[in-house]
Structure formats: structure tokens, C-alpha cells
């Protein structure tokens, strides 16, 4: 089994059933038991859910934090007055029952949004979810749990690294589905660690970190009024990481794993997604245009039919590299498709190549796919993740709210 | 019936089945009796099919044109040099046939891409569609008819004002479909005047005119290697339209409601497209940010979803509004939602209200449906359209090549 958030030193966490949901647990909780230091990400629209402005008010405020509580089934977003007021309840409550700061408590919600939340329920669940506190991977569990929506797994994953020969550990956590896409689409991603790392470094390390990850995803293009990445370090493994200390390219490299592995799982995870597609886009002259190039692909609605159908349809690929606002030499282009299956070639120097219909019809049965397109304008490469677009998809989404 | 390009006077067409698609006509022709001035507009895509590069090359040249060549069924996109030397057999051919000049002939081409064109089938077919050019209502259908691909009807339009005393008429003829979006995606459309107006001002109009249509409608945010908008004037009405001339204003409405008739069906047969949506947004600070916020509402695929399953669901439309890149204070959003069964408020001054279910239901049952959203950071306004997204377009795209 994966760990996941309590697995580094010092971090408890809980997941609880409130009643917001009509089944599934919908309260988490998640404390440390010293200060965290933290940095965070949040969504890009100019639609924020209370929640994310509070958060935004605490980042920018700069302290340490001790509690993450997260509800799912509501978002609290375009809840007006009343929204504020819900979420400073959901703070006061929080505080009074772990008796600390109110400023040390972030909030995240997602759901339904236009819908005042069921604050009762949850203000009555934050008590009975923080009797449950625990480390364990039944913990862990129990608080990945309590943030999904239409997920239809639980997002975790951990590594545990040695640095000046202590162990240090991170635990991750994540919610996706619908609406993923570059700049924090309806996800939640929490990251925890026993590294004691100050806030500055943490906040770096994070925007590096999702410009790889969350950045480089894409479920439908659509981004939401809460979206959150935060990392939260509360230094219980006595180690100091800082970018002279030893272990600097260790824990970076963990801290970039992990939270491509959360990613990787967000779009697995896509609504109605049977498929994985990752494209490796080799030889742009910049790395902006390597990215967009790869984004477009992931994110075209074409190719993601294309492969729902499992059409080696590299002219749906060759069309969304070519609108990503993105220049290269057409003439250039090399596309191969791969999987568990084998390795065919659709086009070499731009012009499509008679390939194997039934070994394409092979490799495009598998549920992940690598789509390699090569140019040749320079050096740059990006790698994009995307999924499949399916009836699946369409149901989901015709029939959220009702 | 509606009539179309060749409603003006001095216009022949012909629509024919060379054999390129399996049963449907697949060769449209048409000319002038007279040269005419033209303007066109090609996709912005980095990739080009062969008949736009020739097209982008006609347009700099800047010399009249007599004739204009379509076939559907092939895009002659993506297939190197053998597509030049095809593009060029097509252009030799009709000027061959008709005795006009090479450069006077326009080529366009829509349908798979990365497939050598079945070039003797079109060339055969090209004497036989000249051999059944005509001025009337049949002849309208069967160029129309001979340029659609997954069309589920073609689309015309024509109007007929009168300046100085004189008829003066307008005929136009679109494909559409799949991959519509800004930008000009998978599109053609071609519109026909027997008024004299010079190269310089047709441009300025069709600028203009598409920056009101074709770039206001969405179907699914891919932009293709083939599209193209053209018109042509031959002046055999014998009434110059300039800048100064008295007409000039009828004129120009003229042209702009033609060219919005032509998106506006292009947008209604999306693939699988049940639904037309059309967002009117009023009140933005910029003309640019209106246009933004009306697109990204029409293009946000869980808008469209949400309208397939024919849900009132205003926050996928505040969403769409809040990523689109333009700013505004979502403290002060209205939204509406109109059909011909009544109209709902379902958000006033940024906050959602309670509105009567079955009459939301009742309203959005119909396949026409205006969304209006009211913002209170200026003067602006835009319109844009799109279609639901339904299971269809999962089934077409998924099974297109196949």
C-alpha cells in the first residue's frame, strides 16, 4: 500500500463521514505537532472561493500553520456573505477544538459550488474527525478519502529519502477529475514532510515543481474556483534542507517526484478517462515552446477522441501542434506512438508514413500511451499528460448537479 | 429555399461526385462570367494544406480571380511535396478547362489529412463539373452540397438590397462541423457579391465581419491545416459600393449578416451539436474582454455538457468567464438564461438565486437557447455561439478515420 501525508514525522491526519456527501466521507482533517512552515498555489480565476481567499490571506501574512481541514461536496464558492461567514466558522472551530491559532488553520473546500455549505454538519464533524487523529495508513487513507469528489480512486504517494544518514520522508495527498488543466484545475494537492525547509525555499520549489507537474496536465480545459497545491514542512526528522545543505538535490528530486506522481494520478484519473496519454515533445527551439506544443496535444478535444477510439490519428497531433501559438518547421516533425505493446512510427519528417494497422490497433489497446513527437528547432523538451475523451466524459458532466 | 452563391448575378456553379467520398458529391466549381476582386482569410494553424499556401499566395499577388475549385472527402493536408504537385495538376486542369489563367484559379480542399489525393478521380471529375454549371436554386444546392464533410446539411444564405435604384445581391455557402472555434477551425466559407467593391475594402469588411462571426463561434477549440474564407465581387450589378458611396452602409450590413448567417449555421450542425447557445455579454470595460468572457463560456466543455444535460448550471458559466483571462468584478454578475418557453434569472449582482426548477427545465428543453451575461465594469459588449457537447461528438470523433 501507498503511504501518504502522515507518513513523514510529527503529521496526523483523519477523514470523517459529515453528512455533506450522500455516502462517502467528506471531512479531513490534518495536523502536525509542531509549526509548519508552507508554501502554496492557488487557482488562477478571477472567481475564488471563500476558502481560497482566506488562504491567499494567511500565504501572504507569511506564519506557520498547524491544521489543513479540507470538506468535499460543497465548494463554498459564489456563496457571497454567507460563504465568508461559513468559512470563518469552519476557522473558529477548528481553532477552539485543537486550541490553536486561528491563523494557523488553512481551509480548503470542493464540490458543488453556488450552494451555501451545510455548516452545521460540518461544524459538528470537525470535533468528532479531530477524535479520530491518528499516523497510520489507515490515516492516510482515511484522509485522501474525505477529499475526493468524482474520483473514482484515492490519490497518494510517498518517498522516504536518507540525508546526513537520517530519514527523511514525504507524504502526499491529491483530488482531481474533471476540470484539469495548466494553471489549477478543480484539484487539491497537499504535500507534508519532516525536512525542516523555510518558506522561501518551500515556495520555489513548488512553482518549479508544478511548472513539471500540475502545469503540464489537462483533463478538459477548464479551470476551477478552488484549486490548491500547498506543502507543508514541519522539520520532526531534525533535518535541515536548505540549497547549500547536502542533501539539497535529494529532496529536490523526491520533492519533484512526488508531486508528479500526484499528477500523473489526477489525470489517470480524469473523468470518464480510460486512457493515460503522456507526450514527449523532443527538439523545440524554448522550452515555452516545447511546453505549449505538449499542452496543446494533451488538451485537444480531437486527439483525446482520437484515442478513445484508438485511431493512430497523428494528424489530430500534427493540427494541435499546430495552433498552440507555438512556431516550429512542419517539415520536421516526427511522431511515434508507444505502449506496453511496441513502438510504431506515424511520421517522419513531416509527412505521414504506411504503418502496421493491426500492430497500431495493438498498441493503441493499452491504457498508456506515449506519444513521442520529435522536431528539430533546437534543444528544448516537455513532457504533458492528458487522458482520453469518453461517452463516459460526456455522461458525468451532462448529469453533475442534478 | 434559400438561395446561394450564385443568387448574384454573373455567378455559375456546379457540385459533383468525382468518387473521393463514398456516395455524397465531393467536386464543387464555381465561376464568374466576369474577373472578380476578392478578399480571403486563411487558418492561422502553423501547419497549411497545400491549397492554403497556394491561396496565401493568389491573395499577395493581389489579381483578379474567375474561378474557384473544391473537393471534400480530402484536405490534401500533410502530404508533402506529392500534395504541391497535386495542388498544381488541380489548378492546371480547371484553368485548362475553363481557359482561364492559372492564377485566377482558388483551390480549397477539406477531409482527411495526411492521405495523397486521389488526383485522377479529381481530375476527371473537374471537365464533368464544368460541364454542368448553372445559375439557379439546383445548381446553389449541389456546390453547397459538394463542399460539406460530416455536415448534417449544408448551409447558405443570400440577401438582396437595393442601392441607387439597383439590385444588389449577396450569396454565401459554408462548411462546417467538427473543430470550430476563433481562428477559422475546419471552416470554408465563400461569399459571392455582383457588387464592384476593390480588393483593399472587400478585406477591411471581411476582417471585420469575421471578427463578429466566424471568430465568435465554438465547437470544439481546434484549429485545422484548410480553412479558408473568401469572397468575390464580380460588379455585374453595375453599382460600385466604396467607402463614400451612398449604399455603403446597407452594404455592410449586408456583408456582416451574411457572413453571421453562414457561422451561425456552421455552429448549429457542430458535431453531434443538439443545442445553439448564444451568449450576449454586456457590460465589460473592453471590447476584447467581452469577447474573451463570451468564448470561453461558449468553448468551456463543462458548459456545453451542462447544456447537453440540459442543466441551468450558472457556475460552469461564471467558471468559464473567471479563467478566461479577462478581469472583472464577479461580485456584480448577472445571469440569465432565454428561450422561447420564457426566461430565468439564475444570478444577480454575483450571487445565485433560487429559481424555479421546472421552468429552467422547460426553457432549456428547446434546441435554441441565449445565455445573458450582465457585468458592470463598462460599456462593452459581444456575442458569441457554440453547441452542447454530446455523446454524438464522442462517437463521430472517436470513429472518424476508421
Chains 1, 2 share one sequence.
Not at 502536525?32 to 501574512?61: C, H, I, R, Y
Not at 518558506?199 to 474556483?225: C, F, R, W
Amino acid at each position: 500500500m501507498t503511504r501518504g501525508i502522515t507518513a513523514p514525522k510529527g503529521f496526523q491526519a483523519a477523514g470523517f463521514y459529515s453528512g455533506v456527501k450522500r455516502k462517502r466521507k467528506d471531512l479531513s482533517m490534518m495536523i502536525s505537532q509542531s509549526p509548519m512552515s508552507w508554501a502554496a498555489l492557488f487557482t488562477t480565476n478571477v472567481v475564488k472561493a471563500a476558502p481560497v481567499l482566506w488562504g491567499e490571506s494567511l500565504l501572504k501574512a507569511g506564519k506557520p500553520l498547524q491544521a489543513l481541514v479540507i470538506n468535499s461536496g460543497n465548494a463554498n464558492a459564489c456563496t457571497g456573505e454567507q460563504g465568508d461567514l461559513d468559512l470563518q466558522k469552519m476557522v473558529e472551530q477548528t481553532a477552539m477544538v485543537l486550541s490553536i491559532p486561528e491563523t494557523s488553520v488553512l481551509i480548503a473546500s470542493t464540490g458543488v459550488i453556488g450552494v451555501p455549505l451545510p455548516i452545521e454538519k460540518i461544524l459538528s464533524g470537525i470535533p468528532q474527525a479531530a477524535n479520530l487523529l491518528d499516523s497510520s495508513q489507515e490515516a492516510d487513507d482515511a484522509v485522501a478519502e474525505g477529499i475526493v469528489t468524482t474520483d473514482t480512486f484515492i490519490k497518494q504517494a510517498s518517498i522516504t529519502i536518507e540525508v546526513q544518514g537520517v530519514e527523511v520522508t514525504l507524504g502526499g495527498m491529491a483530488k482531481g477529475s474533471g476540470m484539469i488543466h495548466p494553471n489549477m484545475a478543480t484539484m487539491l494537492a497537499f504535500v507534508t514532510t519532516d525536512a525542516k525547509v523555510d518558506t522561501g525555499l518551500l515556495q520555489e520549489l513548488l512553482k518549479e515543481a508544478s511548472d513539471e507537474s500540475y502545469h503540464m496536465i489537462s483533463v478538459d480545459g477548464d479551470t476551477s474556483t478552488n484549486d490548491t497545491v500547498a506543502v507543508f514542512a514541519n522539520g520532526e526528522s531534525g533535518v535541515e534542507i536548505t540549497k547549500e545543505s547536502d542533501g539539497y538535490l535529494a529532496f529536490k528530486a523526491a520533492f519533484f517526484q512526488i508531486h508528479q506522481s500526484l499528477a500523473i494520478a489526477i489525470v489517470s484519473d480524469g473523468e470518464g478517462a480510460g486512457k493515460l496519454i503522456e507526450v514527449k515533445l523532443k527538439g523545440a527551439a524554448t522550452k515555452e515552446a516545447a511546453k505549449r506544443m505538449a499542452r496543446s496535444i494533451v488538451s485537444s478535444s480531437l486527439v483525446k477522441t482520437a484515442f478513445f477510439g484508438e485511431d493512430a490519428n497523428w494528424g489530430r497531433i500534427l493540427c494541435a501542434m499546430g495552433y498552440s501559438g507555438a512556431d516550429f518547421n512542419p517539415k520536421e516533425v516526427g511522431i511515434q506512438i508507444q505502449s506496453e505493446q511496441g513502438l510504431i512510427d506515424l511520421m517522419k519528417r513531416g509527412v505521414p508514413i504506411v504503418f502496421d494497422e493491426d500492430l497500431a490497433a495493438k498498441i493503441l489497446s493499452e491504457d498508456k500511451l506515449q506519444v513521442l513527437v520529435t522536431i528539430q528547432d533546437g534543444k528544448e523538451s516537455a513532457t504533458a499528460w492528458g487522458c482520453d475523451l469518453s461517452y463516459e466524459y460526456v455522461k458525468i458532466n451532462g448529469e453533475y448537479r442534478t
